[in-house]
């Protein structure tokens, strides 16, 4: 993509980041909220293949997915929120709140801040943890015991960078 909605000045031409549904692109934001280096992210062939072998409409099913993902981006900052106010003397917790945006392709994506520094993964949904940061080991395992309409959550697969006293 060349360019979202108004706001973008311009995007990388190549991605920078292929997961197994998502591309990551860098750009340049010029938001009302987010202004600077951007993360565009949009759901990859493989996702939309899926998408349609399960018999959904790829358009439909991306809002879909991008809805529950922002819901959830929502409930971990809540939980962080908790965490935080609930040990002062650990760093705070901070999660990113991704935007969703329309391509100049009418597809539907997810545009975040740019994080500078270091980008590590922490844990992972399998139960692999990186064996140093006790802090988020201890705030997914804080999540667990917490409930959420009676259901516990566990809030995990957790990546970013460190940064000074967060």
């Known amino acids: 993509p060349t360019g979202l909605e108004e706001g973008f000045a311009r995007c990388e031409d190549s991605p920078f980041a292929l997961g197994e549904f998502r591309t990551?692109?860098?750009?340049?934001?010029?938001?009302?909220?987010?202004?600077?280096?951007?993360?565009?992210?949009?759901?990859?062939?493989?996702?939309?293949?899926?998408?349609?072998?399960?018999?959904?409409?790829?358009?439909?099913?991306?809002?879909?997915a991008w809805d529950s993902a922002f819901s959830n981006h929502k409930i971990a900052q809540d939980l962080a929120d908790k965490w935080n106010e609930q040990s002062p003397s650990s760093p705070s917790l901070r999660f990113l709140r991704p935007q969703l945006m329309t391509a100049?392709?009418?597809?539907?994506?997810?545009?975040?801040?740019?994080?500078?520094?270091?980008?590590?993964?922490?844990?992972?949904s399998?139960?692999?943890?990186?064996?140093h940061n006790m802090v988020l080991g201890g705030f997914s395992h804080f999540t667990y015991h917490q409930r959420r309409f009676g259901e516990h959550l566990l809030v995990c697969d957790l990546q970013g960078v460190l940064a000074k006293n967060e």
């Open 24 to 64: 990551a692109i860098k750009c340049q934001c010029n938001l009302p909220d987010l202004k600077g280096t951007c993360v565009v992210k949009f759901f990859n062939n493989n996702a939309k293949r899926v998408m349609q072998d399960a018999g959904t409409d790829p358009g439909k099913a991306q809002l879909l």
């Open 104 to 124: 100049d392709t009418n597809e539907r994506c997810s545009v975040e801040p740019w994080l500078e520094g270091d980008f590590k993964k922490f844990n992972s």
């Open 126 to 131: 399998g139960g692999w943890h990186d064996g």
